[in-house]
């Protein structure tokens, strides 16, 4: 057995803990590997011990990479802040977006998804958190982004995403998480039901399962450390 395939069995075990402790069915716990910075070759270590979905942060390394693994069995999520410049090659080439935090994206998305390929999956990225230097919607902005998205061709508003400060303190943790959860429900509320809460990482994924967390995104948990000027303030760790 492989590191990453060792590395990927216990994440596993930690999601299936989690969800069993807070009373949920594990199955419906999915485990994203982020991939970014990583090589295609690691990314095919992981598909041999059966990972489906990747995460990416950077468009032009994940587009060499999707070309170098050529697998059509996988499925890709880029997951990382999101340039104008950068949404065309993002629509073709992805099944799912977790980082829409404002409408021209989603419209540009939309707009340059291929009409033969099935509709994008997107997630709103919300700042939970308020630091000035994060990426998100505010979560008082998150509605009426939400019917904007909700309403483009070619895109299905799936979910919401969320990258909290970094802590240790597991009640804060659990506090995001529970934004993100309330802001779902209050959609749904106002008639936009989502079935994703993307939320949760390596060093947080307990929390964000015992909140609701329907997708777990995992990085250094299954392909080990990444230097430390690519492991702060990511979409994925």
């Not at 400060?165 to 934004?179: I, K, N, S």
Request: hydrophobic share 45%; net charge neutral; aromatic share 4%.
């Amino acid at each position: 057995m492989t590191s990453i395939s060792a590395n990927l069995q216990a994440v596993s075990e930690r999601i299936r803990d989690a969800a069993r402790a807070a009373g949920r069915d594990p199955a419906a716990v999915r485990l994203l590997a982020v991939s970014k910075t990583w090589p295609a070759q690691s990314v095919r270590e992981a598909a041999a011990a059966g990972q489906r979905a990747f995460g990416e942060n950077y468009v032009q390394e994940a587009l060499a990479k999707l070309a170098e693994v050529d697998d059509p069995a996988l499925e890709w999520h880029f997951i990382g802040p999101l340039q104008s410049n950068k949404t065309r090659a993002v629509a073709q080439h992805f099944a799912w977006v977790h980082s829409i935090d404002r409408l021209k994206l989603a419209e540009r998305l939309s707009a340059q998804r291929d009409v033969h390929l099935p509709p994008l999956n997107v997630c709103l990225q919300v700042n939970v958190s308020g630091e000035d230097s994060k990426s998100g919607v505010a979560p008082d902005e998150v509605l009426p982004l939400a019917r904007g998205v909700a309403a483009l061709p070619r895109l299905v508003l799936r979910g919401l995403m969320c990258i909290p400060e970094p802590t240790d303190d597991v009640t804060l943790q659990r506090r995001r998480f529970a934004t993100l959860r309330g802001l779902r429900d209050t959609l749904a509320a106002e008639g936009i039901v989502l079935d994703t809460l993307s939320m949760g990482m390596s060093h947080d994924l307990e929390a964000a399962v015992a909140e609701g967390a329907t997708l777990v995104r995992v990085g250094t948990a299954i392909f080990g450390a990444r230097p430390r000027s690519e492991s702060a303030a990511v979409a994925g760790g």
